[in-house]
């Protein structure tokens, strides 16, 4: 990862990914696309189980490019382990586990 950046009083840490960031306080430090609010889970979230295709990305999100989309997806699969965790820890399955019963 690069050097920490200061940004409006929250760090912001470059990855090895060109357009993937993460900034504390932004989707809670995880990877995401610079300059935007998507997290890389998002990405791999559409592309994976939604089963849209990186045009269809494009075309719901069009002020993403395809640069952004890819590397995203390259984030991925070199920190599988990672964006799975995060995925889970933002499902249906983890709310139900962790949160119904405090509900009811």
Known sequence: ??????????????TDYPHIVK????CGGEAIIEDT????????????????????ILAEW???????????????????DEIDRVRYENSYDYWLEHYANAVA
């Open 37 to 56: 609010r998507i997290a890389v889970w998002h990405i791999v979230g559409y592309y994976y189980e939604a089963g849209m295709s990186v045009e269809e």
């Open 1 to 14: 990862m690069g050097e920490p950046m200061i940004s409006a009083d929250k760090t912001k840490s470059h």
């Open 23 to 26: 900034i504390e306080g932004v």
């Open 62 to 80: 069009a002020y993403l490019t395809s640069s952004q989309v890819f590397s995203a997806l390259a984030y991925y699969h070199d920190n599988k």
